[in-house]
């Protein structure tokens, strides 16, 4: 999971300019890294919970799945990120396992670590304009485009690591959107206007507001909120991906205990065995 590491506790809603000033010092340069080591947590100890501050989902969200589904899947992700390159394919595996029955959805909002730390390193320089594409492929081509151009977009890009530092080259953006039956022309007009900068951000704005702090995030939304004894075996699933230093659980779980924060990129087997969970209950 790649992270923002937070230098102050922040409280309440942001606005977008508001965050977007904080964001510089929050993200103390967005990288791999190991907190330092803090109280050890007993074995059985509960994770952390988080307030219900998500914005809601209505139909400007990009799914795959039924829009009614009983569990929805809200990924905050990042197409520089190479851990969201990878949960990126987790997810295209469990909607091809879940999303034909109708009760499993998946929804995509952007969390772009382009903004710099306070030394004025930039982590992922390309993430905002990769971010804008996706947003002119779906209003140009509607739903099914945004994701055929997304889908593509997470195949062709070199995320950005130490032996690929400048991630996927701009220019190859409008080939994308040429292969997934985009006019090229209408879609170069959309980026270079900057015409979804502002929603982008709001979408990042969003996700520090919920507490996500690195790439990707996932929030699970349920119609219901599940009982405490749910709750003992999602402990269970999620126990061996403790943090082996501090603890700590890669989830939260709201306060009404109808959503569940899922941090970095979980392997499948977690993921199915959260859903499969969901659904005795």
Known sequence: MESTQETRKMSGGLNIPTAIVIAGAIIAIAVIYTKAPSVQKPPNQQADTFEQKMKPITDADYIIGNPKAKIKIVEYSDASCPYCKVFHNTMRKVMSDYGT?????????????????????????????????????????????????????????????GATPNGLDPKELPKIAEFSGINVTDFNNCLSTSKFKEKVEADFVDGVNIGINGTPSSIIVLEKAFPASVKEKLMQIYDPYKNPQTGEYPIKISSDSKMVLLGGAMPIEAVKATIDLFFTY
Not at 124 to 153: D, I, V, Y
Request: with cysteine; glycine share 10%; charged share 20%.
């Open 101 to 161: 029955s109708g009760n499993v959805a998946w929804l995509y909002r952007h969390y772009t670590l382009d903004k710099p730390d306070p030394n004025g390193n930039i982590l992922h320089p390309n993430a905002g304009r990769e971010a804008q594409a996706m947003e002119c492929a779906g209003s140009l081509g509607g739903n099914e485009k945004f994701w055929t151009f997304t889908n593509r977009l997470y195949e062709v890009t070199p995320s950005v690591t």
